[in-house]
């Protein structure tokens, strides 16, 4: 009696390991074929772009005749939220944000405006970085959002995107504040960004519906397939002996193995469990801490500058000409600034009416910003607050943040903020549980552990990885069906 009640939840625990594997075939097909795609997408069929940084020139070598003040005077500017200086198409320029957050541009030898000089500066950029001087702009559009082909990941906004008339049908998205690209993408590029946005991110359903109702759906997908790839370990562990004698008399009696669907199919789960496991594990870790993080983004710290604050000239500051990158406006603490960015990537700061340097200027305003950051509230902190400024992409600040040089402040608690000063922006925060993802997510999901062997191998490995969970679940498929 008690062996029948065994065999009885048994064979139940089988059927619902059956059931289970039926309810996750379908999102596991979806996500190994986009993820057999990815490596397509971001390495072997990247389009190739000549340039992707842009090397601004100093301020001795834009050589401006006219100081920033005679410009606003001639052109009777009272305000103005920030401003700096630009060259191209042999000509320099001030490149004036208004109150209204539009940009103008000003000849720095004449004062006259420049007619549309945000779009003719952005395509000025977009033809230095594909270097492509004689296909026609089909179309040029301020892009204020993310969409499916600049996602959130360019972390970048606001661009421009310049659509060339070019049978690869080249897409360039580039920042005009900070004269730097946002992404680039061809026609194939656009199609795998699709299949991978649809397939892999379930986009659908957030365009449908909401970006919460996509993540508690993804997460009731991942909880399935974890039981599912954990009663399958376990109907192995209780029936292995039972399918081990099967086989075994099979072999003695000349018998053809009818079933072999079946024991491809436990033996290559056995052999990818581990995968699947990283797969599920990392990837609902995933979901969980954007479910958490669903809260709106901070609104972005805005300035006004009066034409008053602007006593001394930014040319007659003390550091020469010859070493200065950019120079833009910060005003914080009832004080304006010229904040200055040399060549050695430091942001110096000097007073708008003095003309005097401010110590530790870049720590002083990433402090600031954070605070405004943090909702304006004074935080009470307990222990010591630390700033370093990084000028270089690190393991927790990784290329995928975009800016640079920015100002890392960690409170204790090991959390961390980012900020980029030059743009005033929040670049990244990262607390004990975002790293603890960030690290499982790269290590477990997209097998970053293999990067000492090069891009290439790390890609092969993975998608090894995926083609062995979609080959399991569609031999727990026919297996369903041989059993009816």
Same mark, same amino acid.
């Given at each position: 009696?008690?062996?029948?009640?065994?065999? *009885?939840?048994?064979?139940?625990?089988?059927?619902?390991?059956?059931?289970?594997? %039926?309810?996750?075939?379908?999102?596991?097909?979806?996500?190994?074929?986009? &993820?057999?795609?990815?490596?397509?997408?971001?390495?072997? @069929?990247?389009? @190739?772009?000549?340039? #992707?940084?842009?090397?601004? $020139?100093?301020?001795?070598?834009?050589?401006?005749?006219?100081?920033?003040?005679?410009?606003?005077?001639?052109?009777?500017?009272?305000?103005?939220?920030?401003?700096?200086?630009?060259?191209?198409?042999?000509?320099?320029?001030?490149?004036?944000?208004?109150?209204?957050?539009?940009?103008?541009?000003?000849?720095?030898?004449? =004062?006259?405006?420049? !007619?549309?000089?945000?779009?003719?500066?952005?395509?000025?950029?977009?033809?230095? @970085?594909?270097?492509?001087?004689?296909?026609?702009?089909?179309?040029?559009?301020?892009?204020?959002?993310?969409?499916?082909?600049?996602?959130?990941?360019?972390?970048?906004?606001?661009?421009?995107?310049?659509?060339?008339?070019?049978?690869?049908?080249?897409?360039?998205?580039?920042?005009?504040?900070?004269?730097?690209? &946002?992404?680039?993408?061809?026609?194939?590029?656009?199609?795998?960004?699709?299949?991978?946005?649809?397939?892999?991110?379930?986009?659908?359903?957030?365009?449908?519906?909401?970006?919460?109702?996509?993540?508690?759906?993804?997460?009731?997908?991942?909880?399935?397939?974890?039981?599912?790839?954990?009663? =399958?370990?376990?109907?192995? /562990?209780?029936?292995?002996?039972?399918?081990?004698?099967?086989?075994?008399?099979?072999?003695?009696?000349?018998?053809?193995?009818?079933?072999?669907?079946?024991?491809?199919?436990?033996? %290559?789960?056995?052999?990818?469990?581990?995968?699947?496991?990283?797969?599920?594990?990392? /990837?609902?870790?995933?979901?969980?801490?954007?479910?958490?993080?669903?809260?709106?983004?901070?609104?972005?710290?805005?300035? %006004?500058?009066?034409?008053?604050?602007?006593?001394? *000239?930014?040319?007659? %500051?003390?550091?020469?000409?010859?070493?200065?990158?950019?120079?833009?406006?910060?005003?914080?603490?009832?004080?304006?600034?010229?904040?200055?960015?040399?060549?050695?990537?430091?942001?110096?700061?000097?007073?708008?009416?003095? +003309?005097?340097? $401010?110590?530790?200027?870049?720590?002083?305003?990433?402090?600031?910003?954070?605070?405004?950051?943090?909702?304006?509230? !004074?935080?009470?902190?307990?222990?010591?607050?630390?700033?370093? !400024?990084?000028?270089?992409?690190?393991? #927790?600040? +990784?290329?995928?943040?975009?800016?640079?040089?920015?100002?890392?402040?960690?409170?204790?608690?090991?959390?961390?903020?980012?900020?980029?000063?030059?743009?005033?922006?929040?670049?990244?925060?990262? *607390? +004990?549980?975002?790293?603890?993802?960030?690290?499982?997510?790269?290590?477990?999901?997209? @097998?970053?552990?293999?990067?000492?062997?090069?891009?290439?191998?790390?890609?092969?490995?993975?998608?090894?990885?995926?083609?062995?969970?979609?080959?399991?679940?569609?031999? &727990?498929?026919?297996?369903?069906?041989?059993?009816?």
């Amino acid at each position: 009696m008690q062996q029948q009640k065994q065999a *009885s939840a048994k064979s139940k625990f089988y059927k619902w390991h059956r059931v289970l594997g %039926l309810i996750s075939l379908v999102p596991v097909i979806f996500w190994c074929i986009s &993820g057999l795609s990815h490596p397509f997408m971001s390495n072997w @069929f990247r389009p @190739f772009i000549p340039q #992707e940084v842009f090397k601004p $020139l100093t301020q001795q070598q834009m050589a401006p005749k006219l100081t920033f003040q005679e410009v606003m005077g001639k052109n009777q500017l009272t305000q103005l939220r920030n401003f700096g200086l630009v060259n191209f198409n042999h000509n320099t320029y001030y490149q004036a944000l208004m109150p209204d957050s539009t940009y103008r541009y000003y000849s720095a030898n004449n =004062g006259v405006l420049l !007619p549309n000089g945000d779009q003719l500066y952005a395509q000025y950029l977009a033809r230095f @970085f594909t270097q492509d001087s004689t296909s026609a702009v089909k179309s040029i559009s301020l892009q204020k959002n993310f969409d499916n082909n600049y996602q959130p990941i360019n972390r970048l906004l606001p661009v421009w995107k310049i659509s060339f008339d070019r049978p690869d049908g080249m897409d360039i998205y580039v920042e005009t504040s900070q004269s730097r690209l &946002g992404t680039f993408n061809n026609n194939t590029r656009k199609a795998f960004l699709w299949i991978f946005k649809q397939f892999h991110n379930w986009q659908f359903m957030a365009d449908a519906f909401s970006e919460t109702f996509r993540i508690v759906v993804l997460l009731m997908v991942v909880s399935v397939m974890m039981l599912s790839l954990l009663s =399958g370990i376990t109907v192995y /562990g209780l029936f292995w002996k039972r399918f081990k004698q099967i086989r075994n008399k099979q072999k003695a009696d000349g018998k053809e193995d009818k079933r072999f669907v079946h024991r491809f199919h436990r033996q %290559l789960g056995l052999i990818v469990s581990f995968v699947l496991l990283t797969f599920v594990v990392s /990837g609902g870790f995933h979901l969980y801490v954007k479910l958490c993080n669903t809260e709106p983004a901070p609104a972005a710290f805005e300035q %006004l500058i009066e034409r008053s604050d602007l006593a001394k *000239s930014y040319l007659q %500051l003390p550091i020469a000409d010859s070493l200065i990158k950019r120079v833009n406006l910060t005003k914080f603490e009832g004080a304006t600034y010229y904040q200055v960015l040399n060549k050695q990537k430091q942001v110096l700061y000097f007073d708008a009416k003095s +003309g005097e340097e $401010l110590v530790n200027g870049d720590a002083t305003f990433a402090r600031y910003l954070a605070n405004y950051y943090h909702g304006n509230t !004074p935080q009470k902190v307990y222990g010591k607050i630390q700033t370093e !400024p990084i000028s270089q992409f690190t393991t #927790e600040y +990784g290329f995928i943040n975009k800016r640079l040089p920015v100002v890392k402040i960690s409170y204790p608690g090991k959390v961390d903020w980012y900020i980029e000063t030059t743009s005033a922006k929040l670049a990244t925060k990262i *607390s +004990g549980i975002d790293r603890t993802e960030g690290f499982s997510f790269i290590f477990l999901h997209k @097998f970053f552990g293999m990067t000492w062997a090069g891009k290439d191998i790390r890609d092969v490995v993975s998608m090894l990885a995926a083609a062995g969970v979609l080959v399991v679940s569609l031999f &727990g498929f026919a297996a369903f069906f041989k059993n009816k």
